[in-house]
């Protein structure tokens, strides 16, 4: 079943669009003759509100900017017939772009389209899927930026923490404000099915966060997710200063197998916007962090 828009909420804002878009252009859907080149410039071109013109673009006109910009950046050579080329690349897009919501995208959580090129001068429509996947093992994700050791949100929750093995028994978090899993956006919704899935599966959750940060909504939410599963949650709340000796960053920390020989840690990156990227540390940096946790974490207190 192909992925539909949801046009009862705001459209993505340009964070949301870029962040996404970075990951649909590793597909495989997005690679060669320009295709991952001319979607960026296309979003950008209407970002700068190109198509709200008098009078409004026609399409040899687009085709003639995207060339220009695309010889600009080395991308390639001016076509002999721009009109022709780009009646060709970007069709090709635009069914590239169905066939990959027909496909691997029918889950994702933002869907683009192009508008046809008579009339429509192929403006891309940016609008949240109607239908994203709620079972985390129908995401199929691929990590951002891998090569720089960075992971995108969405891949660290539907195909790290969703998927772990079965012999997991405990996960510990250091959260500076439960953000992640206590607003009430549509990501953090997601990420309490996930933890919820867990406490399911036996899995328990330790939390440590700033005492004061968090709030009593986020916290509710939080412990919502453990309501008659064998999962438990224990929640420590702790001064400031403490949380800074574990983190040293206002971020937040994972640890899928905190009492393992040698345990595996996750940071999330500690920058300014939400859904930011996660980096897996190296051995000694995840033991170093594992031990602080350890020393905020009593080994009898009740859950």
Known sequence: MRATVLPSQPPPNAE????????????????GNLRRHLLRWLIAYKAEGKYNAEPRPIAKTIYDDFYKFAVEHSHGDMPTDTEASGKGLFGDLRN???AYYDGP???DSIIILLQGGKGGGYEPHIEWNSRPATNAHDFDLEPENIEDGIIGDEYFIFQIEAKLPEDTTEIW???????????????SDRVRKIVRSNAARGINYTYLC?????GQSRINSLRDCFV??????????ISVDDFCKITLVHSHFKSFNPKAAEPEAYMQLPVAHAEKGWVKLNRHDAARVVKKLKEFIPEDSPR
Not at 20 to 25: G, M, S, W
Not at 210 to 214: D, I, Q, T, V
């Open 16 to 31: 949301q669009t870029n962040r996404y878009v970075d990951r649909l252009c590793l597909s495989e859907h997005m690679q």
């Open 105 to 107: 995208g029918k889950n």
């Open 96 to 98: 590239a772009l169905k």
């Open 173 to 187: 978090v250091a959260a500076p404000d439960l953000s992640n899993v206590g607003d009430g956006s549509k990501f």
């Open 210 to 214: 700033p005492r004061g940060e968090a």
């Open 228 to 237: 008659g599963t064998p999962g438990k949650l224990k929640l420590l709340q």
